[in-house]
C-alpha cells in the first residue's frame, strides 16, 4: 500500500524562525518527490520538487534521502505568508502515476 | 505556468442526482488527467486517472458506476457523480499532465461538493 506520512501538526512558529518538516514514504519503487503547499479550501501548489542531491529555492530547502526513505523541508526566516498546509507528495510511476499525498503539516506562522 | 481550471467551482445539489465537474487545460494538452478527493482534514486521495480516448483507471475502492470519468479530448475531462449522497460532499480537484513532461501535475481550483 502506498503512504506517505508526515509530522503531525499544526507547527507554531515565530516569524523569522527556521522551521523543518519530516516525510516518510513506503513505497521504495517511488520515483520523484515533491512538496506542495496548500492554503485553507485552495488547491494544492507545487512548492519545489525534491532532488536526490538536494535542493535549494531561495529560503526553502528540500533534501531526499532514499536509502530512508526520507525527506525533508527546512524553511529559512519564515515569513507569516509562509502559513499554509505543506503535502509531501510522491510520484511511484513513471509519470504515468497520479500523486501520493501525505496529510500536510499545518504551519502557523506567529507575528 | 499551465493553468486548468474546473466548473463549477461549488456545487449544492440534493440527494439522489447528479452532478458534472468539468476540468480544463486551458493553454496546453493533457494527455492524463487525475482526479482527486479531500474530506476535511484529511490529505488528497487519488479516485481515477483518465487518458484521453481510453476508459479511466480507477483506484481500489472507488466506484467506476457511481464516478462516471469522461476525457473526450486533450483539453477536456469530465467527473459525474451519479445518485450523489452527503457521504459524497467533499472537495474534488483535478490534475493535468502536461504533455510531453512526464512528472509536472497541475492542479485545478476544485469543485466544492455538498449534498443535501
Known amino acids: 500500500r502506498k503512504e506517505v506520512e508526515q509530522d503531525p501538526g499544526p507547527f507554531n512558529v515565530p516569524e523569522g524562525a527556521t522551521v523543518a518538516f519530516n516525510c516518510t514514504y513506503s513505497?521504495?519503487?517511488?520515483?520523484?518527490f515533491f512538496w506542495y503547499r496548500q492554503d485553507c479550501r485552495k488547491e494544492p501548489k507545487l512548492l519545489m520538487s525534491v532532488y536526490s542531491s538536494g535542493n535549494e529555492d531561495g529560503r526553502f530547502t528540500a533534501q531526499l534521502n532514499r536509502a530512508s526513505q526520507y525527506i525533508s523541508l527546512l524553511i529559512r526566516d519564515s515569513k507569516l505568508s509562509d502559513s499554509a498546509t505543506y503535502l509531501c507528495?510522491?510520484?511511484?510511476?513513471?509519470?504515468?502515476?497520479?500523486?501520493?499525498f501525505g496529510k500536510g503539516t499545518h504551519l502557523i506562522i506567529q507575528p | 505556468g499551465a493553468v486548468v481550471s474546473q466548473h463549477p467551482s461549488r456545487v449544492i445539489c440534493k440527494s439522489g442526482t447528479s452532478v458534472k465537474i468539468e476540468c480544463r487545460s486551458l493553454d496546453f494538452q493533457a494527455t492524463t488527467m487525475f482526479w482527486y478527493r479531500q474530506f476535511p482534514k484529511k490529505s488528497l486521495m487519488l479516485m481515477a486517472t483518465?487518458?484521453?480516448?481510453?476508459?479511466?483507471?480507477?483506484e481500489q475502492g472507488v466506484e467506476k458506476d457511481k464516478f462516471l470519468i469522461n476525457h473526450a479530448s486533450l483539453t477536456l475531462s469530465t467527473l459525474t457523480v451519479t445518485s450523489a449522497h452527503p457521504e459524497d460532499s467533499s472537495f474534488y480537484i483535478c490534475s493535468a499532465r502536461v504533455r510531453g513532461r512526464s512528472y509536472e501535475q497541475y492542479f485545478g481550483p476544485g469543485t466544492r461538493l455538498t449534498v443535501t
Open positions: 513505497n521504495s519503487a517511488s520515483q520523484s
Open positions: 507528495v510522491v510520484n511511484a510511476g513513471g509519470g504515468a502515476d497520479g500523486l501520493t
Open positions: 483518465s487518458n484521453e480516448g481510453s476508459k479511466a483507471t480507477y
